[in-house]
């Protein structure tokens, strides 16, 4: 069993920068695929990036590429997303969630609105 809550959103302006955490508890928490996702009013929840449980290899869907970088300490049991250039269609709930390719446990997500 593992839990999961996001904090670090907020009103922030296009071009500017959040840092999302994710911190879990649980003793297998270093075992998954950790990954953030979002999801926009209307819209499905899309996946942003995963970062795997050993070597820490990471992917990216193309809207954060070159933009957003996932991070994991293990340690710590908190996976991070930093986002920078933030624009306002990044305006989204953000989720992270355990387990790759199906997600085992979500976390209650933290509002990230980019303002123009």
């Known amino acids: 069993q593992v839990q999961l809550v996001e904090s670090g959103g907020g009103l922030v302006q296009a071009g500017g920068s959040l840092r999302l955490s994710c911190a879990a508890s649980?003793?297998?928490?270093?075992?998954?695929?950790m990954g953030w996702f979002r999801q926009a009013p209307g819209k499905e929840r899309e996946f942003v990036a995963r970062?795997?449980?050993?070597?820490?290899?990471?992917y990216y869907a193309d809207s954060a590429k070159g933009r957003f970088t996932i991070s994991r300490d293990n340690a710590k049991n908190t996976v991070y997303l930093q986002m920078n250039s933030l624009k306002p269609e990044d305006t989204a709930g953000y989720y992270c969630?355990?387990?790759?390719?199906?997600?085992?446990?979500w976390g209650q997500g933290t509002q990230v609105t980019v303002s123009s």
């Open positions: 970062i795997s449980w050993i070597g820490g290899s990471t």
């Open positions: 649980g003793r297998t928490f270093s075992s998954y695929t």
């Open positions: 969630g355990a387990g790759w390719p199906r997600t085992h446990y």
